[in-house]
């Protein structure tokens, strides 16, 4: 057990040990922060689609109130 743990140790304080974790830390980081930006496009997305839904939609009752005689 001693062995292992004394070549762990070893392992873990090797320069490219140091490296490949940099950079699986920074790969990790890269996703988050790329997941982070693909939500927030859609959620911008979104809100102009419903945007552009309820205005359509309150064009539609303006009209049916002119229609009708009623100002708005």
């Given amino acids: 057990m001693k062995q292992a743990i004394g070549a762990y140790r070893e392992i873990t304080v090797s320069p490219e040990f140091r490296e490949l ?8 980081s890269n996703e988050a922060s790329a997941l982070k930006h693909a939500r927030r496009v859609a959620v911008q997305e979104n ?25 708005a």
């Fill in 21 to 28: 974790e940099r950079l699986r830390r920074d790969a990790l």
């Fill in 47 to 71: 809100d102009k689609k419903w945007q552009g839904i309820v205005a359509d939609k309150d064009a539609e009752i303006a009209r049916l109130r002119s229609m009708l005689g009623r100002d």
